[in-house]
């Protein structure tokens, strides 16, 4: 019943961009912070990029600042991260996230494969 959906990932030179999406069903997507991680090989998944529930707040790893943006869509229960100025570094297995802190409540999507490259 509950599914986050994601679509957008695929190959991307270096220094092009892509945009990620989330789409979210069977839960209460308004009250739920979302978050965008990622996983490369042989390394620990690490947070990318938050959103608040309501949109106000947003926290982007260092490795990313400037160049990626998180957004949402409550009206159409879809999450966004927005892809710039690509790097080889970039690399990885994108997964969304959604959480609620009370009660605590956490769902992961799939994951989407993200690969910059010539």
């Known amino acids: 019943q509950v599914q986050l959906v994601e679509s957008g990932g695929g190959l991307v030179q270096p220094g092009g961009s892509l945009r990620l999406s989330c789409a979210a069903s069977g839960f209460t997507f308004s009250s739920y912070a979302m978050s965008w991680y990622r996983q490369a090989p042989g390394k620990e998944r690490e947070l990318v990029a938050y959103?608040?529930?309501?949109?106000?707040?947003?926290n982007y790893a260092t490795s990313v600042k400037g160049r990626f943006t998180i957004s949402r869509d409550n009206a159409k229960n879809t999450v966004y991260l927005q892809m710039n100025s690509l790097k080889p570094e970039d690399t990885a297995v994108y997964y969304c996230n959604a959480r609620r802190s009370v009660p605590v409540r956490v769902y992961w999507g799939q994951g989407t494969q993200v690969t910059v490259s010539s």
């Open positions: 959103i608040a529930s309501a949109g106000g707040s947003t």
